[in-house]
């Protein structure tokens, strides 16, 4: 099955996504990452009103095949996490873009976006 | 990089891994699917990338019998044994299954890491007048308690008739195949050798007939809930069958056999740390290489680890030294900034139902 990038979105070499909102960002790991993975088993996530500057760490997602970090694209605050894929992991693999969607934050430095990948770029890294 | 025989038949349907030299299928239809098929139906996997070394000469079984410490010196012709070859510090080279044909012909199928070692330790090991020769033909393991009715429908021959660790040909309608009712997934099961023509029409008469290709990601889950050690992690030349939990392997009124007098000095003297099982709690990993500790100190480091889908709780095997190693002590694994807590149990974590 073909991997998906969808154009709006903005991408990081650590295949992290960042999906804008009316009032924020959502933030998730691209469907290469879900590939690579396999059945993810464990999922940790920061807690609301957490700070980072991009590139931190923000959570660790497991599978049997490995563990794997996931950094924050872009400096922000966090505004909501996706509590339910704590007991429900297997959640991400099914629609990464959309159900699968790990962390909301509220931007502080919005002028980062213009520094990540384009979904072509992204794919042209991936080999996709 | 060496590709298998039946590398034709699943190339544009599994996710590819290296393993050992060799680009293997890690996935199909995914790891939850895949290990639902082997407990509850069928599973079919790709083993051969796996090491097949046939031995003949007479009086095989006597040579043979001084280089593993299980008695393998009257197996029967139709039967198969699990053992080891040990070095003489006891140290275990590799695991194997050997097979009896007759009083001059076994075959052992040993891990793919190893064969070229193994080949060469038995030529330095063996007389001249034992002829030792690898051969890579097919390997496919049909695995899982609907195994046998499946593969059953490809061959007019009864498989009822060969039991556990028994081995035998068979006709199919592609000619005739060895196989063995053996495996590494805790499931019955079998494994047939074919020529590569022979094994691409199984393959793909297997999978037509229901059963469902699994690559190693779940051939990895399976054999740690059946609590099946993995050459390599597990054990290697630094560790002894007594260590390793495979002292059952061990046939002490049997005679000589090479590592006997190392293994007699460890079992005096008591050994100072074992293989054992441990389950966790939540969902984390106990991954290669993480500490196990008791009372703030390591004790020991995990050789392997999963998150058991049979069981829903993350299992693992670690050597760990001997005042902690009773079924039900109480551990820690340090799951990198986490100290999460880990019960010692029996490895088998799963058993299928008799």
């Keep these: ?128 | 990089m060496r590709y298998s025989p039946l590398w034709t038949c699943y190339q544009n349907e599994a996710k590819l891994t290296e393993f050992a030299g060799w680009m293997l299928p890690a996935q199909f239809g995914g790891l939850t699917l895949e290990h639902e098929a082997v407990r509850h139906r069928a599973g079919l996997f790709d083993i051969s990338h796996m090491g097949q070394i046939e031995l003949q000469g007479s009086a095989v079984w006597e040579y043979l019998n001084a280089l593993v410490p299980t008695d393998i010196l009257h197996l029967p012709p139709g039967q198969a044994r699990y053992t080891v070859l040990l070095n003489a510090a006891g140290g275990i080279i590799d695991d194997l299954i050997v097979y009896a044909h007759d009083r001059e012909h076994a075959t052992l199928i040993v891990n793919a890491a190893c064969t070229a070692k193994n080949a060469a330790w038995l030529r330095q090991h063996l007389p001249p007048e034992v002829a030792i020769e690898p051969v890579s033909q097919a390997l496919l393991a049909v695995q899982g308690p609907q195994a046998t009715a499946l593969w059953q429908t490809l061959t007019p021959d009864t498989l009822a008739g060969i039991p556990r660790f028994g081995h035998g040909t068979v006709s199919t309608p592609w000619g005739r195949v060895w196989v063995a009712r053996t495996g590494y997934t805790g499931e019955d099961g079998w494994e047939i050798r074919a020529a590569p023509a022979v094994g691409q029409a199984l393959w793909r008469a297997l999978v037509a007939a229901g059963v469902t290709p699994c690559g190693l990601v779940a051939r990895d889950v399976l054999r740690l809930e059946a609590g099946l050690h993995l050459y390599g992690q597990d054990m290697d030349e630094t560790v002894t069958p007594l260590e390793a939990g495979l002292g059952w392997l061990v046939d002490w009124d049997k005679g000589d056999f090479l590592g006997r007098s190392a293994l007699l000095a460890q079992k005096a003297q008591g050994v100072a740390r074992k293989l054992v099982g441990l389950v966790g709690t939540g969902r984390r990993i106990f991954r290669p290489g993480y500490p196990v500790q008791a009372q703030g100190q390591t004790v020991g480091r995990i050789t392997s680890g999963t998150l058991s889908l049979s069981l829903g709780r993350p299992i693992a095997l670690a050597y760990v030294a001997v005042p902690w190693t009773p079924l039900g002590t109480s551990l820690t694994v340090q799951v990198r900034e986490q100290a999460l807590p880990a019960t010692v149990v029996k490895r088998t974590f799963y058993s299928r139902r008799a």
Excluded at chain 1, 43 to 63: A, D, I, K
Excluded at chain 1, 81 to 100: C, S
């Design chain 1, 1 to 128: 099955m073909a991997l998906t990038y969808p154009p709006e979105l903005h991408y990081t070499a650590t295949h992290e996504y960042v999906a804008l909102t009316d009032d924020g960002a959502v933030v998730g790991i691209t469907a290469f990452a879900v590939e690579e993975l396999g059945d993810i088993t464990y999922v940790e996530l920061p807690q609301v009103g957490r700070r980072f500057n991009r590139g931190e760490r923000l959570g660790t997602l497991e599978s049997v095949k490995a563990v794997a970090d996931v950094y924050a694209p872009v400096s922000g605050v966090v505004t909501a996490v996706h509590e339910a894929l704590v007991d429900a992991p297997e959640r991400i693999a099914g629609d990464p873009y959309g159900e699968g969607w790990l962390v909301k934050m509220q931007l502080t430095q919005p002028e980062e976006l213009q520094e990540l990948l384009t979904a072509a770029a992204y794919q042209a890294q991936v080999g996709g």
